[in-house]
């Protein structure tokens, strides 16, 4: 009996440990199960393979096209529209103030168009509508943005007044349409804006655009080329709150007097690449592009314009590129993200050949955080920021040049970049390839990357398995101890001499 309790107290013990190695593991730490994704590489675009009407790669820092296809060549922009909308919005409007969205904004939207979903007598902040401009791409949200504009200009600079940021006044408007400014005013205040942006693209140098209304609705008299949207779009950046709106992939709207709760409304970019913006890192063949960053862009669609979409990027040498792609064929819109991503990736590319210094450390293809395969992981910690790894990227570290190294160079001489923690840096050095070989092929295993990522973790499961271990040992033991068959006593007691009475 005794021995059976022994034993089921063994087993008892065995089983309790193994549970909670089940039930332990799986909930320690946020790391210890990484799912692989399972899908294959995305390969984008070659260059000479994108299907678009035209296309231009423009280097504002050099003031320079590295990259084009027809780039002056007449387009229809569609919602590409929408960055001349938002410039004139951010030059003549307060972000804080309230607007009212009137009956003619409103109804003067087709019903097949692109939505924010305003109301009419809506009382919404203006920089609510940038988000309703530009993310949904809400042609509603332009109309009411373009009426403000005109209202906030013949107020701040009416007929005889002052002139505003484009050099005209309320006089420009009546002169051009040839009706009063009260007329202006109560009907043709989108006429107006629109007049307006054709004036402003005119300022910024483009010489192939007029605009016919603020959102990008399809008509014949409005139109574009690849080279003023990068020109459009230039200038707009130069506004840190347009590019806060374009890397935004979802906004949330606040509660007006139409819509009394907040949330009413949770929308998303429709611009893609904000989701994996890491695909611009390398060309189809695999090259570097050297993208530091991709702040953002503004898309495109109509069925007589087909779809494109116009970009902001930073390279690794510092220079700011426009890249615009127009045009792409209405029945190949779902290709409008890989035929993008191309031409930013090959844009990026053609910038740091021109001019290949590293100014900004760190690229996109060093912080990718989405879509890896099973068997690929980021270099980098993904859970840091970039910024805040910058200073981890050993490629991006130098050395300071020595001062007697300084003392020597003429004027307008520079010393060179010495690379830290260069992969071949311990090449010649005897030995070092040879101990470290074992250790790296062992970590290049799935059970290796585990133990790198999962230290901690790893070293409960190595406890928790010898413990087991040893368990299991005890248990094999008593097992044998009290199994072993026992030697009984066979002598014969001797007699005391009493016997039965009868």
């Not at 609705?217 to 707009?236: E, I, P, V």
């Amino acid at each position: 009996m005794q021995k059976s309790n022994i034993r089921r107290r063994l087993i008892s013990s065995l089983l309790a440990v193994v549970i909670a190695v089940m039930f332990i593991v799986p909930f320690t730490g946020n790391e210890v199960v990484r799912a692989g994704v399972e899908q294959p590489d995305i390969t984008i675009t070659p260059l000479d393979e994108i299907h678009c009407a035209s296309y231009c790669v423009y280097d504002l820092t050099a003031d320079t096209i590295l990259l084009e296809q027809q780039s002056h060549n007449r387009i229809y922009p569609a919602s590409m529209t929408k960055i001349m909308t938002f410039q004139l919005g951010l030059d003549y409007l307060d972000p804080d103030e309230y607007v009212v969205a009137s009956e003619n904004a409103i109804n003067s939207v087709a019903s097949d168009s692109t939505m924010m979903y305003l109301c009419v007598g809506e009382e919404i902040k203006v920089s609510e509508l940038y988000y309703g401009l530009m993310l949904p791409s809400g042609n509603d949200a332009a109309n009411v943005i373009g009426e403000s504009v005109i209202n906030a200009l013949f107020r701040d600079y009416p007929v005889d007044g002052p002139v505003g940021p484009d050099g005209v006044n309320a006089q420009y408007f009546v002169d051009t349409l040839g009706v009063s400014a009260e007329e202006i005013l109560e009907s043709y205040p989108l006429s107006a804006f629109a007049e307006l942006m054709t004036l402003r693209a005119r300022n910024l140098g483009c010489t192939g655009t007029h605009f016919s209304n603020a959102h990008g609705y399809h008509s014949d008299d409005h139109y574009t080329t690849a080279f003023d949207l990068c020109l459009m779009m230039a200038n707009a950046t130069r506004n840190p709150d347009f590019n806060t709106v374009i890397s935004s992939p979802t906004h949330i709207f606040q509660a007006t007097n139409c819509h009394p709760e907040d949330a009413w409304s949770t929308v998303r970019n429709t611009n893609q690449i904000l989701m994996d913006p890491w695909m611009t890192s390398k060309t189809a063949e695999g090259e570097d592009t050297h993208i530091a960053a991709f702040i953002g862009g503004k898309t495109g669609t109509t069925s007589v314009a087909g779809t494109g979409m116009t970009t902001y990027s930073v390279n690794e040498n510092g220079h700011e590129l426009m890249i615009a792609v127009c045009g792409i064929p209405y029945e190949e819109s779902t290709n409008q993200t890989r035929y993008v991503t191309s031409a930013v990736a090959y844009g990026n590319l053609a910038c740091w050949n021109s001019d290949p210094v590293t100014v900004v450390p760190g690229t996109l293809g060093d912080f990718q955080r989405f879509n890896w395969t099973a068997d690929e992981y980021p270099v980098l910690d993904t859970i840091i920021t970039p910024q805040d790894a910058m200073n981890l990227n050993p490629v991006a570290e130098t050395e300071a040049v020595p001062s007697e190294t300084a003392e020597s160079l003429t004027p307008g001489e520079t010393a060179g970049e010495v690379i830290i923690g260069s992969p071949d840096e311990d090449a010649d050095v005897p030995g070092v390839e040879d101990e470290n070989s074992a250790l790296n092929g062992f970590f290049g295993t799935k059970v290796g990357k585990f133990i790198s990522i999962n230290p901690g973790v790893s070293v409960l499961i190595l406890v928790l398995v010898i413990t087991i271990i040893v368990l299991v040992i005890i248990l094999i033991t008593r097992s044998i101890k009290y199994n072993r068959p026992r030697k009984h006593k066979t002598g014969v007691r001797q007699y005391q001499g009493k016997g039965p009475t009868f």
